[in-house]
């Protein structure tokens, strides 16, 4: 009987995870079907790149243990909103929020918690724009509201990210002040480029292809 119910709890597992998988796949044809109609409309592909993932059961186990809740199916569906992830990088700052509004406006989409670190970046520089949003996937059994978390950004952002992401875990958490001091320096560092990069692009953009006196 116990093989059976470990069978039974396995079986669950795999069933919750797979609502996820499912979920991230509708943002992701979202994503993807904004691109390339963008692309085609308006002749320029806001997108540079998209990544998603589902959570590893170790990392939910992690996760669940750090938030000390109940191991529980329901439990864990409520408070752990970030087990499908879609990364939107985009080159500039406009085209984060064109984004963001073209996937959050759909009527099929809920949009459960908007945490925008561009308009007030974390105090370790962190900067990208993070909705939680709800999509419906419709199975055999019934449809379902998954959440997903997308997370928009732009390139700058996300060489950041993924640079502070590892130091991170190099150091196990314990990253030594300097270096903390020089990342969120560089963050603010990141922040200038973008800046400078959006007015670039706005000046060739109203300049209408036309060359640019320099
Ligand atoms: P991974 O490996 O990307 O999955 P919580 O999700 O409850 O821990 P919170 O504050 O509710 O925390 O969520 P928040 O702030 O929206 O951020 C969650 C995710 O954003 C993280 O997921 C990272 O992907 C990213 N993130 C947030 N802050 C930082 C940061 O300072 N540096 C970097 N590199 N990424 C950040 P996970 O689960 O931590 O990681």
Known sequence: AAIEQARALRDQFQRFLREYEFGMREVETKISILRDEFTHNHAYNPIEHVKSRVKSPDSIVEKVARKGIDADFDVVRAEITDIAGVRVTCSFVSDVYRLFDLLTQQNDITVRVVKDYIAVPKENGYRSLHAIVEVPVFLSTGTVAVPVEVQFRTI???????????????????????????????????????????????????????????
């Open 156 to 214: 700058a952002m996300d060489f950041w990210a993924s640079l502070e992401h590892k130091i991170h875990y190099k150091f196990a958490g314990a990253v030594p002040a300097a270096l903390v001091q020089s990342l969120t320096e560089a963050a603010e560092t990141a922040g200038e480029l973008d800046r400078r990069m959006e007015s670039l692009h706005r000046e060739v953009h109203a300049s209408n292809g036309r060359v640019l006196e320099v």
